[in-house]
């Protein structure tokens, strides 16, 4: 499986910004995607997880302003960001599960910049 992500870049506080993802490859059994993000210094953390069946699961932090959704059928998944805070600048990443196999995939990732 290949995840290329895309959407990132620079955006001032309180501007909205969405990533996308589009997994290729093997996608059969593709259970769930999502994103994870890693500011510097610190470790990766999870952002927002959607199953095939569109079941969400966010992070606290951004819960009320970030929304994920998947195009199932194409194995597509993005993350609306909106509200953006400083605290929100980090590499963010595209994940996608296979949770039969017990396998994670992952994309390259792209830079998100709130500035202040």
């Known amino acids: 499986v290949q995840l290329q992500a895309s959407g990132g870049g620079l955006v001032q506080a309180g501007g909205s910004l969405r990533l996308s993802c589009a997994a290729s490859?093997?996608?059969?059994?593709?259970?769930?995607m999502g994103w994870y993000r890693q500011a510097p210094g610190k470790e990766r953390e999870l952002v927002a997880t959607i199953t095939g069946g569109g079941v969400t699961n966010y992070a606290d932090s951004v819960k009320g302003r970030f929304a994920i959704s998947i195009d199932n059928a194409k194995k597509k998944v993005y993350l609306q960001m909106n509200s953006l805070i400083p605290e929100d600048t980090a590499v963010y990443y595209c994940?996608?599960?296979?949770?039969?196999?017990?396998?994670?995939?992952w994309g390259q990732g792209t830079l998100v910049t709130v500035s202040s």
């Open positions: 490859g093997n996608i059969f059994s593709i259970s769930a």
């Open positions: 994940n996608a599960e296979k949770y039969e196999l017990g396998l994670h995939y």
